[in-house]
């Protein structure tokens, strides 16, 4: 209990210290929107560098507990002992693993892992980004990308996201749209904020086949 209430006290301080004043200068990747339509855009975003972290977890507790460690490393908990500008949004990918078996031949999931991610500033790039001291934390370089994006607010819980992702998923085969890979949920504001007036999104990969 002292523990998971150290971690709380940590993260309400990073949050408050981020969002209270500032929350209006964070920035965020670029994209380019290529269309949109009134259920969804599609944007072309170029590479970025992210810290990730792997957490092992429940969907809704996930993104706090992955908090904390990535802060740590933003707020100088690095080689360098230097601090990196807050961005958004932290987003949040299931990463469980898959087993196959074979009679009859399906997937299931080995528990429930989700990889959460801080954008880092364009201004960086691998080589002058300070080298994390938590090994949790790992610098990766994301390439470009094709992303069908849905906007909602409102809560961050499970279930809305599953509604959501739902309701995203007919809109894109409606329109024949091939997707790859895990969902990811894209959080852009604190939560200090109403949550009816949060901004969330979804992200999917766009297949160029």
Known sequence: MPFQKSILQKCVLILIAFYSGVAMS????????????EHYEVRYYGPIIVAETLIEGDFDEAGSKAF???????????ISKKKIE??????????????????????????????IQ????????METLPQPLDSRVT?????????????????WSENRYRSKLSEFN?????????????????RYN????????RRNEIWLEISQK
């Open 190 to 197: 604190s939560p200090f904020q109403l949550w009816f007036l």
């Open 86 to 115: 807050m961005t958004a949004p932290v987003v949040q990918q299931n990463r469980s693993e898959k087993i196959e078996m074979t009679a009859p031949v399906s997937q299931i999931e080995d528990g429930k892992r989700y990889m």
């Open 26 to 37: 964070v920035s965020e990747p670029k994209y380019k929107l290529e269309s949109k339509n």
């Open 68 to 78: 904390a460690i990535l802060a740590d490393y933003i707020f100088g908990k690095n």
């Open 139 to 155: 610098l990766k370089e994301i390439g470009a990308r094709t992303l069908a994006v849905f906007s909602y607010s409102g809560s």
């Open 118 to 125: 801080f954008t880092m500033p364009s201004t960086y790039t």
């Open 170 to 186: 007919l809109e894109l085969a409606k329109n024949k749209i091939l997707t790859k890979g895990e969902p990811v949920f894209a």
